[in-house]
Nanobody
Framework: QVLLVESGGGSVQAGGSLRLSCAAS????????VGWFRQAPGKEREFVAAISAIGETRDYVDSVKGRFTISRDNTKNTVYLQMNKLKPEDTAVYYC?????????????????WGQGTQVTVSP
């Protein structure tokens, strides 16, 4: 089992940047694809980005392409989400989750449990 803890959120103005971290425990982390998701107030949780187990494949929702970059450091059991050119509509609680399989698996999967997430607030 992989346990995940999100961090790095905060409040920024539009156009600013943040880097989120997803720290994992568990020896099987390096065989898991990992995804970032977000949930804005009053909206359903949505997929943001995913990265394969060794980082060779990445997937993004269209609204963040060219602005967000997902990466991972398996020596540190950590996945990152670098968010640049932030917009007010990026405001949400951001979560990470992991599963065996591909980035397509992550994008389509219904996860049964979630961590506490990290709040990102972007002001105009």
């Amino acid at each position: 089992q992989v346990l995940l803890v999100e961090s790095g959120g905060g409040s920024v103005q539009a156009g600013g940047s943040l880097r989120l971290s997803c720290a994992a425990s568990g020896r099987t982390f390096t065989s898991y694809a990992v995804g970032w998701f977000r949930q804005a107030p009053g909206k359903e949780r949505e997929f943001v980005a995913a990265i394969s187990a060794i980082g060779e494949t990445r997937d993004y929702v269209d609204s963040v392409k060219g602005r967000f970059t997902i990466s991972r450091d398996n020596t540190k059991n950590t996945v990152y989400l670098q968010m640049n050119k932030l917009k007010p509509e990026d405001t949400a609680v951001y979560y990470c989750n992991a599963a065996p399989g591909s980035v397509r698996t992550i994008r389509a999967m219904s996860f049964g449990s979630w961590g506490q997430g990290t709040q990102v607030t972007v002001s105009p």
